[in-house]
């Protein structure tokens, strides 16, 4: 089993940044890939950006963050990141971090094994 945390979410104003956490414990974090998704009101959780577990060799970033967001790991202290530049209003949501095994597609949140409880972020306009 693998314990993830969440943290950094909160109050921010448009074009401000933000950098969110991802503790894991439980097992070796360096072995997954990592995924941070959000989720906002009545949408569904979505894949903003993506890191494989091998030195990070593979990433992903929606079309919606993409330039703005950027993901990074540091294996050595089982931790995970997202930092979030320029944010906007509609980047206002649950945001989740998740690891999963390097097996089916990494977009899908069906395939990510571990989750953290989800920070919010709320941003204003």
């Known amino acids: 089993q693998v314990q993830l945390v969440e943290s950094g979410g909160g109050l921010v104003q448009a074009g401000d940044s933000l950098r969110l956490s991802c503790v894991a414990s439980?097992?070796?974090?360096?072995?997954?890939?990592m995924g941070w998704f959000r989720q906002a009101p009545g949408k569904e959780r979505e894949l903003l950006a993506f890191?494989?577990?091998?030195?990070?060799?593979?990433?992903y970033y929606s079309d919606s963050v993409k330039g703005r967001f950027t993901i990074s790991r540091d294996n050595a202290k089982n931790t995970g990141f997202l930092q979030m530049n320029s944010v906007k209003f509609d980047d206002t949501a649950v945001y989740y971090c998740?690891?999963?095994?390097?097996?089916?597609?990494?977009?899908?949140?069906?395939?990510?094994?571990?989750w953290g409880q989800g920070t919010q972020v709320t941003v204003s306009s």
């Open positions: 439980g097992r070796t974090f360096s072995r997954y890939d």
């Open positions: 998740a690891l999963r095994w390097s097996t089916g597609d990494y977009y899908r949140p069906e395939n990510y094994a571990y």
């Open positions: 890191m494989s577990r091998s030195g990070g060799i593979t990433t």
